[in-house]
């Protein structure tokens, strides 16, 4: 069993295998990383986590359709009635020698693979047109992104060309006992609803491939255990944070309902 990696100054976060020695293996070597899973399965709170163990700064983006290289590297904004350059968050963790994580990276427009590009090989640099500057990565610059490769499909797919890259990891969903420990640490559930609130997560999860377009999440799980902590129904909690975050459709609804009225005894 791994041993959950925490210090007071650290992001809570339960280890499931090698997943920190592989991120600080892949920084030393200053190579970019990829980190796939589903969603709400841990990948943001784990970067968090290796950010402070390594001391480094932490810029995260959390990646749309919207989202252009001009969002990530910086623009010429009007200040006072004078043009200045205001770097982005991709460009100031560059400057800092610090992390930049691009969550969900897929979503962001086509234009920012090209400004990742010459990050995530071996020049590690930085163009930025606009000021006519090419910023070389110090060694303890790294580059993370993210995404759920359940939200794949052919116009919002990682290209092999971006994808080989990085050095990848994968995450799933915590086994039952590592979640079990997540809702006790992070909901504060003691220990018999922590085990009902993770045996309602695995029996929803079943469903995922039928009437849910994903699964409930660890951290559904953690707010449920919150609200009931805070004395709320658990039923009425469960349906608040797991339920009708995961469906609107009426039918589906219910037939989730009916599996944790059923974990609860009503």
């Given at each position: 069993?791994?041993?959950p990696i925490l210090t007071e100054s650290h992001p809570y976060y339960e280890a499931?295998?090698?997943?920190?020695?592989?991120?600080?293996?892949?920084?030393?070597?200053?190579?970019?990383?990829?980190?796939?899973?589903?969603?709400?399965?841990?990948?943001?709170?784990?970067?968090?986590?290796?950010?402070?163990?390594?001391?480094?700064?932490?810029?995260?983006?959390?990646?749309?359709?919207?989202?252009?290289?001009?969002?990530?590297?910086?623009?010429?904004?009007?200040?006072?009635?004078?043009?200045?350059?205001?770097?982005?968050?991709?460009?100031?963790?560059?400057?800092?020698?610090?992390?930049?994580?691009?969550?969900?990276?897929?979503?962001?427009?086509?234009?920012?693979?090209?400004?990742?590009?010459?990050?995530?090989?071996?020049?590690?640099?930085?163009?930025?047109?606009?000021?006519?500057?090419?910023?070389?990565?110090?060694?303890?610059?790294?580059l993370v992104v993210s995404y759920n490769p359940g939200y794949q499909n052919l116009?919002?797919?990682?290209?092999?060309?971006?994808?080989?890259?990085?050095?990848?990891?994968?995450?799933?969903?915590?086994?039952?006992?590592?979640?079990?420990?997540?809702?006790?640490?992070?909901?504060?559930?003691?220990?018999?609803?922590?085990?009902?609130?993770?045996?309602?997560?695995?029996?929803?999860?079943?469903?995922?491939?039928?009437?849910?377009?994903?699964?409930?999440?660890?951290?559904?799980?953690?707010?449920?255990?919150?609200?009931?902590?805070?004395?709320?129904?658990?039923?009425?909690?469960?349906?608040?944070?797991?339920?009708?975050?995961?469906?609107?459709?009426?039918?589906?609804?219910?037939?989730?309902?009916?599996?944790?009225?059923?974990?609860?005894?009503?």
């Amino acid at each position: 069993m791994n041993a959950p990696i925490l210090t007071e100054s650290h992001p809570y976060y339960e280890a499931f295998a090698d997943e920190a020695e592989i991120f600080e293996a892949a920084w030393k070597n200053r190579l970019p990383l990829l980190i796939k899973g589903p969603t709400g399965c841990g990948k943001t709170r784990f970067v968090a986590h290796m950010a402070a163990r390594l001391k480094l700064p932490l810029y995260t983006v959390a990646c749309h359709d919207d989202l252009t290289a001009a969002d990530l590297v910086g623009r010429h904004l009007l200040v006072d009635g004078q043009t200045v350059w205001c770097d982005g968050p991709l460009t100031r963790a560059v400057r800092e020698g610090g992390i930049c994580y691009l969550d969900e990276v897929v979503e962001a427009r086509k234009d920012t693979t090209v400004v990742l590009h010459p990050l995530a090989d071996d020049r590690r640099l930085l163009p930025i047109d606009r000021t006519g500057e090419l910023l070389a990565a110090p060694p303890s610059f790294m580059l993370v992104v993210s995404y759920n490769p359940g939200y794949q499909n052919l116009l919002k797919g990682m290209k092999p060309s971006t994808r080989q890259r990085f050095v990848s990891l994968r995450f799933d969903f915590p086994a039952a006992e590592r979640e079990q420990r997540i809702l006790e640490r992070e909901g504060g559930c003691p220990p018999d609803l922590a085990r009902r609130l993770v045996g309602i997560a695995q029996a929803l999860r079943q469903l995922q491939e039928h009437d849910l377009e994903e699964a409930a999440s660890t951290r559904l799980l953690v707010y449920a255990g919150l609200l009931i902590g805070g004395g709320m129904d658990p039923v009425t909690a469960c349906r608040a944070a797991i339920v009708d975050s995961l469906t609107d459709d009426t039918e589906v609804a219910e037939a989730l309902m009916e599996v944790i009225r059923a974990s609860f005894g009503q």
